[in-house]
Nanobody
Framework: QVQLVESGGGLVQAGGSLRLSCAASGRTFSSYAMGWFRQAPGKEREFVAGFRWSGSNPNYADSVKGRFTISRDNAANTIYLQMNSLKPEDTAVYYC????????WGQGTQVTVSS
């Protein structure tokens, strides 16, 4: 059974930082896409950052470029999202996704940025 478990969310003031982690189990995703999405209240889920495959360069949404950094540890089947210079508009539930066409999803972790 495939599981993606996110951690690291929380409440932070604007300008602060958080680091999210996503640990995958049940299969190895080193050859597949892994990434982060988010969904704010009343808005559609949107792509934040991701790798198309293990050796690819990461892609970022324009809204987070220069502030967020995604990384992956294939040996640990884990990806991370370092979020710096957080803004109130970054407040959302952050989801980890993996696999071909992002077939697998985690349960999400709440990130709240206060002004």
């Amino acid at each position: 059974q495939v599981q993606l478990v996110e951690s690291g969310g929380g409440l932070v003031q604007a300008g602060g930082s958080l680091r999210l982690s996503c640990a995958a189990s049940g299969r190895t995703f080193s050859s597949y896409a892994m990434g982060w999405f988010r969904q704010a209240p009343g808005k559609e889920r949107e792509f934040v950052a991701g790798f198309r495959w293990s050796g690819s360069n990461p892609n970022y949404a324009d809204s987070v470029k220069g502030r967020f950094t995604i990384s992956r540890d294939n040996a640990a089947n884990t990806i991370y999202l370092q979020m710096n210079s957080l803004k109130p508009e970054d407040t959302a539930v952050y989801y980890c996704a993996a696999g071909a066409s992002y077939a697998y999803w985690g349960q999400g972790t709440q990130v709240t940025v206060s002004s």
